[in-house]
């Protein structure tokens, strides 16, 4: 599965921003998606991920309130709509993928320590103070 993360830019403290990642190659409903981010000197880290229907999101505690992950599987896209941003949100923001496990349109907290199968290139997201 290829990913585009797109949407990524220069905005202020408090403003808000939506990237978009749009998926080829396989089925898109087959994937659980997430997106990861890595700021300057830091590891990359889990910031949300969706269920392949969308019945279920995990968010890291630091967004929570903050960002919203959805997606559009008629549309092979997913979403994240960040409001509040804050200077610390800056990183480059990676979209990922991974095949579901089950049916079940359901995810745990997995994908926080073990990451994702597929990966998209990040789009910077720069926020200022």
């Known amino acids: 599965v290829q990913l585009q993360a797109s949407g990524g830019g220069l905005v202020r403290a408090g403003g808000s921003m939506r990237l978009s990642c749009v998926s080829s190659?396989?089925?898109?409903?087959?994937?659980?998606m997430g997106w990861y981010r890595q700021a300057p000197g830091k590891m990359r880290e889990f910031v949300t991920a969706?269920?392949?229907?969308?019945?279920?999101?995990d968010y890291a505690d630091s967004v929570k309130g903050r960002f919203t992950i959805s997606r559009d599987n008629a549309k092979n896209t997913a979403y994240l709509q960040m409001n509040s941003l804050k200077p610390e949100d800056t990183a480059v923001y990676y979209c990922a993928a991974d095949p579901r496990e089950t049916p079940d349109d359901h995810i745990t907290d997995r994908y926080r320590y073990y990451g994702m199968e597929y990966w998209g290139k990040g789009t910077q997201v720069t926020v200022s103070s």
């Open positions: 969706i269920s392949w229907g969308g019945g279920t999101t």
């Open positions: 190659g396989r089925t898109f409903s087959n994937y659980v």
